[in-house]
């Protein structure tokens, strides 16, 4: 069975520093990949997914994510946060199934 | 337009009882799913509606559970005897497909507490 790990519960960073939000799964044939935010007291919102093609993932936001096959992983960046990307994001993966597996989330936190 | 509504935003119930929760998904969506936000854990997926039917329960965690979606558009997730560790956050998803590669649109949830 598919699983994803997000390696990071809580990243603290300041404004207008890089972040990267790394999530790893496990190893499957063909898999669609996935990043979600959830705000406070609101649902979860698609930042960006891979499905095939070119690696690098560009979403909403100014995030983008890159696919990488070999090392199974799908790792979430932003050159530049803002106090409003406080949130906490999600990375899922399918295996073509329309189930969706989570992982446990990372709490970012921007202060300035 | 519209995105997926629930109702109610929460519910508090007590040990025993039994408690529906509502999702509305946004129209024209043939693919609606259900999953379980538990404190500090991702959604946790229990089942997928593909028009009317459960194209796949495999995430139900026991016959306590059960959902339908008579009409292929509203669904109703039912809980029997509910149970403490049954507290979470429910989550309603729809689609326009349902494949694998479909982007699920979420709802803003039902927080359900069982004293």
């Known amino acids: 069975a598919q699983s994803v790990t997000q390696l990071d519960s809580q990243v603290p960073v300041f404004e207008e520093a890089p972040v990267e939000l790394r999530c790893n799964y496990s190893?499957?044939?063909?898999?669609?990949l996935f990043w979600y935010v959830q705000y406070p007291n609101q649902g979860l919102q698609l930042l960006l997914k891979y499905l095939s093609g070119s690696t690098l993932v560009k979403g909403i936001n100014g995030f983008e994510a890159e696919f990488n096959k070999s090392q199974t992983s799908f790792h979430l960046r932003k050159p530049s946060v803002h106090i409003s990307d406080t949130a906490e994001y999600f990375c899922a993966v399918s295996d073509g199934r329309a189930a969706l597996i989570f992982g446990k989330g990372t709490t970012l936190s921007v202060s300035s | 337009g519209a995105g997926v509504s629930q109702t109610p935003s929460n519910k508090v119930t007590e040990k025993g009882k039994y408690v529906e929760l509502r999702c509305d998904p946004i129209s024209g969506h043939t693919a609606l799913y259900w999953y379980r936000q538990s404190l500090g854990q991702g959604p946790e997926f229990l089942i997928y509606f593909q028009g009317t039917g459960a194209a796949d329960d495999s995430g139900l965690p026991n016959d306590r559970f059960f959902a339908v979606r008579p009409e292929g558009s509203v669904s109703t997730l039912k809980i029997q005897r509910t149970e403490r560790g049954d507290s979470a956050v429910y989550l309603c998803?729809?689609?326009?497909?349902?494949?694998?590669?479909?982007?699920?649109?979420f709802g803003p949830g039902t927080r359900l507490t069982v004293l």
């Open positions: 190893s499957s044939v063909s898999v669609y």
């Open positions: 998803a729809s689609s326009e497909g349902g494949g694998g590669a479909d982007t699920q649109y």
